[in-house]
Nanobody, 130 residues
């Protein structure tokens, strides 16, 4: 059974940092692009960042560029999202998801909310206080 499990969320003050992890099991992790999404209360889910299966290519939503860094360790079946200089508007439940196709199309669907990502974790809460 394919599973993605997020961890690392928590509560921090503005300007603080968190590192989210997304650990996969049950399938060929290194065949998948992985995306991070977030959903705040009353808002639609939005794509935050994406990394290709090899880790060579990355994408970031404009509002997180320069603050968030996505990386992956295929030997550990894990993708990370390092979040620095956090702002209250980053508060949301963060999800990771897997896309089995080409990275180019992963970034396109991520920007549209990620409906074509096939495997989702249950999410981890990030709360940033001002």
């Amino acid at each position: 059974e394919v599973q993605l499990v997020e961890s690392g969320g928590g509560s921090v003050e503005a300007g603080g940092s968190l590192r989210l992890s997304c650990e996969a099991s049950g399938y060929s992790f290194d065949d998948y692009a992985i995306g991070w999404f977030r959903q705040a209360p009353g808002k639609e889910r939005e794509g935050v960042s994406c990394i290709s299966s090899s880790g060579e290519s990355t994408y970031y939503k404009d509002s997180v560029k320069g603050r968030f860094t996505i990386s992956r360790d295929n030997a550990k079946n894990t993708v990370y999202l390092q979040m620095n200089s956090l702002k209250p508007e980053d508060t949301a439940v963060y999800y990771c998801a897997g896309y089995p196709g080409a990275y180019y199309y992963a970034t396109l669907t991520l920007q549209r909310g990620g409906s074509e990502f096939t495997t989702w974790g249950r999410g981890t809460q990030v709360t940033v206080s001002s």
